[in-house]
C-alpha cells in the first residue's frame, strides 16, 4: 500500500480526491450555488443524463405497451366469450320462435279442420331438381307412412314420395307425380292439378281435364276434392292465373301458382291421419264427391 501512494499513480489519485473534496466543501459554503468546477461536470454529464433519460422514457413506453397489449388481450377474450354466449341465446331464442310459430300454424289449421292429425317436420335437404322435392326430418318412427299429404298453413305442399325410418322425401305438387283432383271454391269446376316440366320453372303448376264450359277464371281459388282419400278435402292449393283451350279443343287447362311457398318452406306438416283416408267412408260424404268424377293419374287423386 505504501509503495501505491508512494509512486506516480498514488499520488495522482490523491491529487483527485483532494480537488474534489475542495469543491464539496467551496459548494457547501457557496449556498447550493454551482462553481465552475460544477458546472463544466455538469455540462460533461448533461449528454449521458439525456441518454438516461430517453432510456428510461423507452422503457417506461415498452412496458406501458407490454401491460395495455396483456389488458387488451384479455379484454378480447372476455368479448368473445360474451359475444359466443349471446349468439347462444340468439340461436335459442330463434329456435323458440320458429317453434311457436310452428304451433300457432299447427293450431290454426286445426281450428279449420279439427279431424286433421298433424306431424311437424323441418325440412333438412333440397334435391337440385326443376320440381323443388326435399327430405324433412320425420320418418315411420314419428307415425308417418308413405304417400301421406304434406302442407303448410298456405297450402298443400306435395305428399311423401319416399320413407325412411327416421327422414322421408316430398315429393311437391310442381312435380309430374303428383296429382292431386282439385275444385274450384267459386265456380265448383273440377280437375286435375299435376306438375308440369317448363311452369316449374316459374314456381307454377297446372290444372288440367277442366270441362270446356266451365266458368273457371283467372283469380280463381283451388282446393282439394277429397275425392279418392289420397288427400283431405278443402285443403287450399292455389290460385289460377290463366285459364286456356287444350289443342286437342274438348278440354281446357289453367296455370296455378300454389299458395303455399314451397321453395322457400323450412317447416312443414304431415297430415297422417283424416277423414276418408285412403278411401275409407265417412259418415257424411261431401257433395263434391257426388258432384265430380276426376280420373286418376299416377299419384294422388
Not at 320453372?201 to 297446372?206: Q, S, V, Y
Not at 289420397?230 to 286456356?244: A, R
Not at 283424416?274 to 257433395?287: N, Q
Amino acid at each position: 500500500m505504501r509503495e501505491f501512494f508512494s509512486g506516480r499513480r498514488g499520488r495522482l489519485f490523491l491529487a483527485a480526491v483532494a480537488v474534489l473534496t475542495g469543491i464539496m466543501i467551496f459548494s457547501a459554503r457557496s449556498g447550493g450555488l454551482q462553481t465552475l468546477p460544477e458546472k463544466l461536470l455538469s455540462a460533461l454529464l448533461y449528454p449521458f443524463q439525456l441518454l438516461s433519460q430517453e432510456v428510461s422514457d423507452s422503457f417506461t413506453e415498452f412496458a406501458g405497451v407490454f401491460f395495455d397489449a396483456r389488458e387488451n388481450y384479455e379484454e378480447n377474450i372476455r368479448l368473445r366469450e360474451e359475444i359466443t354466449h349471446l349468439r347462444e341465446q340468439l340461436i335459442a331464442y330463434q329456435s323458440l320462435e320458429n317453434e311457436n310459430e310452428r304451433l300457432r300454424e299447427m293450431l290454426e289449421i286445426r281450428q279449420e279442420d279439427p279431424q286433421l292429425q298433424l306431424t311437424d317436420a323441418q325440412v333438412i335437404a333440397r334435391t337440385p331438381d326443376n320440381f323443388q322435392s326435399f327430405t324433412i326430418d320425420r320418418g315411420s318412427m314419428d307415425g308417418i307412412s308413405l304417400y301421406d299429404p304434406v302442407m303448410t298453413a298456405d297450402g298443400l305442399v306435395g305428399y311423401i314420395g319416399e320413407l325412411g325410418s327416421v327422414t322421408a322425401r316430398v315429393v311437391t305438387i310442381l312435380s309430374p307425380e303428383c296429382n292431386v283432383g282439385a275444385v274450384s271454391s267459386d265456380t265448383g269446376d273440377s280437375g286435375n292439378v299435376t306438375g308440369d316440366l317448363t311452369l316449374s320453372k316459374d314456381g307454377l303448376t297446372r290444372m288440367e281435364l277442366i270441362a270446356r264450359d266451365a266458368q273457371l277464371q283467372s283469380g280463381s281459388l283451388l282446393v282439394t276434392a277429397g275425392l279418392s282419400g289420397s288427400f283431405p278435402e278443402g285443403i287450399l292449393i292455389g290460385t289460377v292465373k290463366t285459364v286456356e283451350l287444350e289443342e286437342n279443343g274438348i278440354s281446357l287447362w289453367a296455370t296455378v301458382e300454389p299458395s303455399a311457398d314451397i321453395s322457400g318452406a323450412t317447416a312443414v306438416f304431415v297430415v297422417t291421419d283424416y277423414p276418408g283416408k285412403d278411401g275409407e267412408e265417412t259418415d257424411e260424404p261431401s257433395g263434391l264427391q257426388e258432384e265430380s268424377s276426376i280420373p286418376a293419374v299416377g299419384h294422388g287423386e
